[in-house]
């Protein structure tokens, strides 16, 4: 919990500034609210009901979308799982294909760019101020840089190096945790899948 409530959650809810009650283990809620979603579906200044797993909303609505689809101030419509509206709007994207306040063309599926440049990236490389290179699926740059993480990695404001799907840092680092690790100004080691931490270890 970050500046909010919860109750009765399961291993891996997150919640800041706002409320989550009865979510399954992985849902995600910023200054938003989610109600019987599924695992992984997060909102942020939105809301979304019924939708699939992994389902992204940033302040707009999406309905019916297929796994993964995301919507930032904009609606997508019959896309394709994994794409990604900021600001704009796409039509027949490849899954996953991110455009935030720039343009990409003939990106690999799931190339994620935010004020910044990507090039050949495989399947979810992800940029946020940054640059990243020959990163395998799902990998994920806050104003920091990574280099060979594997599927899902996530980076803010740190580095990490050899994790395994879907670990996740803030502001701190992790080393050989499994999927789903959180971390948020501090360390864990050895944890399992959806450990939180905040501003603290455990």
């Known amino acids: 919990m970050v500046d909010g409530q919860t109750d009765g959650h399961r291993t891996g809810d997150l919640m800041v500034d706002e409320q989550t009650d009865e979510h399954r283990t992985g849902d995600l809620m910023v200054d938003g609210q989610t109600d019987e979603h599924r695992t992984g579906d997060l909102l942020l200044d939105g809301q979304t009901d019924g939708h699939r797993t992994g389902d992204l909303m940033v302040d707009g609505q999406t309905d019916g979308h297929r796994s993964g689809d995301l919507m930032v101030d904009g609606q997508t419509d019959e896309h394709r799982t994994g794409d990604l509206m900021v600001d704009g709007q796409t039509d027949e994207h490849r899954t996953g294909d991110l455009t935030v306040d720039r ?80 971390m948020v100004d501090g360390q864990t080691d050895g944890h399992r899948t959806g450990d939180l931490m905040v501003d603290g270890q455990g």
């Open 103 to 182: 343009q990409t063309d003939g990106h690999l599926t799931g190339d994620l760019m935010v004020d910044g440049q990507t090039d050949g990236h495989r399947t979810g490389g992800l940029m946020v101020d940054g640059q990243t290179d020959g990163h395998r699926t799902g990998d994920l740059m806050v104003d920091e840089q990574t280099d060979e993480h594997r599927t899902g990695d996530l980076l803010v404001d740190g580095q990490t190096d050899g994790h395994r799907t879907g670990d996740l840092m803030v502001d701190g680092q992790t080393d050989g945790h499994q999927t789903g690790d959180l």
